[in-house]
């Protein structure tokens, strides 16, 4: 009787199984408890003594030789599938790595500390006042009569709290910081910060930034006014630019004067910018009024000062030649990484 189990094929089938399903079926055909060899040995015990010895010693041969077949196969298809997953799993480490996004100062952010650098540099020290102020500070000690439409509710934020207003200007650290210095000489100071009114159109923000700036000593003059500012907006916006004062009107300065600089977009020549006239407007400032210095503790006829008020967004709209001033407060990361690199604006 031709034997219906061929060692050979037996392990060759073994050694071509693909995966760990093959092995348990082969396992099962050959070894299994309704295995081929398995059923054959359970046979042996109806065979004659010697016949048992020999048929059994065959059988058990080919048992051992399925089983180290089946148990090298199954640790090779191991061993295949987990370097499988080690190539599924490698980590590229020639692809260019992710950069975190680098913060950037706000344009508005970096004019001011452009002008604080400035002045800083000319002998001046910052001060700051807060941002709710009384009426007292913002309006009166500033020699504004009760009759200003600065003091009128629709110009100004009034908080619920009587007396008190969003300050409209930065002018109040004038008499704070008068009566902090309490009667020393000399003061130079500059106040940037925030300020309020109520004006909502292309170029006026509810909120906006102003920069005061006061110097008060024994002869202060419009020679010293005019000379610190000339060198102050000639190197904020270019030595070349050309400056003039002109004649003005502020409740707290007397006389009081506004500063011009030469139109950026056409040089002076005259254009829809500087509406023909070749001049932009930059500052206001002038003589400090004996009131507000006798408010902040100061004698007029021993002492005098000047003062001046600039609008950093002003400065910075003029600097970078823009259009709408409410953009710079939209925070659309498009619009004011155009300011980041310099792009000819000077920063
Ligand atoms: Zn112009």
Redesign the pocket.
């Known amino acids: 009787m031709a034997e219906p189990f061929d060692l050979d094929s037996a392990l060759s089938s073994i050694q071509q199984a693909g995966s760990k399903a093959e092995i348990l079926e082969l396992r099962g055909r050959f070894v299994g408890k309704k295995g081929w060899i398995t059923q054959e040995m359970k046979g042996l015990g109806a065979l004659s003594p010697d016949d048992r010895r020999t048929r059994g010693a065959v059988l058990n041969g080919w048992r051992e030789q399925v089983l180290n077949a089946l148990a090298a196969r199954e640790q090779w298809l191991e061993e295949q599938e987990e370097a499988r997953q080690l190539r599924s799993e490698r980590m590229d480490l020639s692809l260019p790595g992710r950069l975190p996004t680098v913060g950037l100062l706000h344009p508005l952010t970096r004019m001011r500390r452009r002008i604080e650098d400035v002045l800083m540099r000319l002998g001046f020290s910052l001060a700051y006042g807060p941002q709710v102020e009384s009426e007292w500070y913002n309006f009166e000690a500033l020699n504004i009569p009760s009759g200003h439409p600065a003091r009128e509710m629709q110009d100004s934020f009034f908080v619920d709290v009587p007396g008190l207003v969003l300050r409209t200007h930065t002018s109040p650290v004038q008499i704070r910081t008068m009566q902090a210095y309490e009667g020393r000489l000399p003061i130079r100071v500059a106040a940037p910060g925030f300020t309020y009114r109520r004006d909502d159109d292309a170029t006026h923000v509810p909120m906006f930034q102003q920069v005061e700036g006061l110097v008060v000593d024994r002869g202060i003059s419009l020679a010293d006014l005019t000379g610190t500012l000339t060198v102050m907006v000639r190197e904020l916006v270019g030595q070349e630019v050309g400056t003039r004062f002109r004649p003005s009107y502020f409740p707290f300065t007397e006389p009081s004067v506004e500063m011009d600089v030469?139109?950026?977009?056409?040089?002076?020549?005259?254009?829809?910018?500087?509406?023909?006239?070749?001049?932009?407007e930059i500052l206001g400032s002038g003589i400090v009024h004996p009131t507000v210095l006798k408010n902040g503790g100061y004698d007029p006829d021993q002492v005098s000062g000047f003062a001046f008020g600039m609008g950093i967004e002003r400065v910075a709209m003029r600097l970078f030649g823009l259009d709408d001033l409410r953009l710079l407060y939209q925070n659309d990361l498009r619009y004011l990484e155009r300011f980041q690199s310099g792009g000819g604006h000077g920063l």
């Open positions: 030469t139109c950026a977009s056409c040089g002076g020549g005259g254009c829809r910018v500087c509406k023909g006239t070749g001049w932009v």
